[in-house]
């Protein structure tokens, strides 16, 4: 099964910036689309940012202009930069993954909408 492992998450100022990271492991023969999805309290999980395997983005609204997502296929890994942090921005943040194609020997195993475990993302004011 594919893990997709969330780090750079912490507790930054308004203003501020950090960088989260996703790295997906188990096997991977190719990864489709990926995408950030954060909840916030009492909020329903939203998409943030997602980019195609040719490195194509598109960003929500609110962040557009101070979110930058970036991937390095040959690592299976994606990147968010966050800059120009505000206290709406506090939210656990997930990786997320629409399908992703397992090589096992000759066989290709496809597993879809895979989910990291979070990352806690505090901006205080």
């Known amino acids: 099964q594919v893990q997709l492992v969330e780090s750079g998450g912490g507790l930054v100022q308004a203003g501020g910036s950090l960088r989260l990271s996703c790295a997906a492991s188990?096997?991977?023969?190719?990864?489709?689309?990926m995408g950030w999805y954060r909840q916030g309290p009492g909020k329903q999980r939203e998409l943030v940012a997602a980019i195609t395997s040719s490195g194509s983005t598109n960003y929500a609204d609110s962040v557009k202009g101070r979110f930058t997502f970036s991937r390095d296929n040959a690592k299976n890994t994606v990147y968010l930069q966050m800059n120009s942090l505000k206290p709406e921005d506090t939210a656990v943040y997930y990786c997320?993954?629409?399908?992703?194609?397992?090589?096992?020997?000759?066989?290709?195993?496809?597993?879809?909408?895979?989910w990291g475990q979070g990352t806690q993302v505090t901006v205080s004011s």
């Open positions: 997320n993954t629409d399908w992703v194609v397992r090589s096992i020997g000759p066989t290709r195993i496809y597993e879809y909408d895979g």
């Open positions: 188990g096997s991977i023969f190719s990864i489709n689309t």
